[in-house]
């Protein structure tokens, strides 16, 4: 597992220790921390190593599957890391895919929704080929992702290895960093501090909010599955960023103003997936309701707030 003390890393090191693998987690803590796996540290089946995937992969022993995690994936992250992000889905890439030939295991990417750009096909199939800005400030981690998939793609028909790839879209839950730059944890840190929830542009741009538990279950039905993919994890259930900020405020019961403040560059305004194939082939489709999963978030966030050594 690259990538596995990150936020969805970690997620999935603890359902795959759960349903009963031995998991060897990789990760140069350049973004995760090893505080979101220090939970699994004594269960006798996991095992944690420092690693940069730029560099080299080796794990000893048999290999059953391989889940490709590691990259920065929030823009206060990637713009600050553009070169690292640009390498991981690169060089990283390429060395994941290297110890999957190596072990004959299945190899899962975590792409995203990202590939997609600024899409102008509503909502986004996997068939759409996407809108990417390559030399605007995001497309560093976008490239790295649409790269990443042609990769895989290349070695499945030269290699023959057995790959899937998945496009992962807004995912949020507990051990999100509340300084990672992303809508959710920085509307739930201002609604929590009862200081103004800066929603940018005029809010009307939409996301797809998951719960990560739904996106677990999906992930770990593509590493079982065969498929190639590409194939979107994501809800249809789309809001608009300034009803998430509402739903935020009114869920934290806060005093929290709403202001508008300067949109980013290439800043997607819609993302919707249609999750089709997911349904057809995989029998996966999300299940935690919206403000359900929002509020479990929120109170994590909470919890957080008022036992910071935890």
Request: net charge negative; charged share 20%; hydrophobic share 40%.
């Amino acid at each position: 597992m690259t990538g596995g003390a990150g936020f969805l890393g970690s997620h999935l090191c603890e359902r795959l220790l759960s349903d009963g693998y031995d998991v060897v987690c990789l990760d140069n803590f350049s973004t995760g921390t090893p505080a979101n796996v220090a939970h699994l540290m004594e269960h006798e089946g996991f095992r944690l190593i420092r690693a940069d995937v730029t560099d080299f992969i080796h794990v000893s022993g048999p290999v059953d599957a391989v889940l490709h995690f590691a990259s920065p994936a929030s823009p206060i992250d990637y713009l600050k890391l553009p070169i690292e992000t640009l390498k991981v889905g690169s060089i990283g890439t390429l060395h994941a895919l290297g110890l999957a030939r190596e072990k004959h295991a299945r190899f899962v990417l975590a792409s995203t929704s990202e590939a997609y750009g600024d899409p102008q096909v509503h909502p986004q199939p996997e068939t759409y080929w996407g809108h990417v800005n390559p030399v605007g400030p995001r497309g560093v981690y976008d490239e790295a992702k649409r790269y990443a998939e042609a990769l895989t793609m290349a070695y499945r028909r030269t290699h023959d290895v057995d790959t899937g790839i998945v496009r992962i879209f807004n995912t949020h839950g507990t051990r999100m960093r509340a300084d990672d730059g992303r809508a959710i944890p920085a509307f739930i840190g201002q609604a929590l501090a009862h200081q103004p929830v800066t929603v940018a542009g005029d809010g009307s741009q939409t996301r797809s909010i998951q719960h990560v538990d739904d996106l677990v279950e999906g992930v770990m039905r593509m590493m079982r599955s065969d498929h190639s993919g590409p194939i979107n994890i994501g809800t249809p259930h789309e809001v608009s960023v300034l009803a998430l900020a509402e739903a935020v405020v009114r869920l934290c019961d806060s005093r929290s103003e709403i202001v508008f403040i300067e949109r980013p560059v290439d800043d997607p305004s819609v993302r919707q997936p249609d999750i089709t194939l997911a349904k057809s082939v995989l029998g996966w489709e999300p299940s935690v309701p919206f403000e359900h999963g929002l509020a479990s978030t929120i109170e994590w966030f909470r919890h957080r707030q008022e036992t910071p050594h935890l």
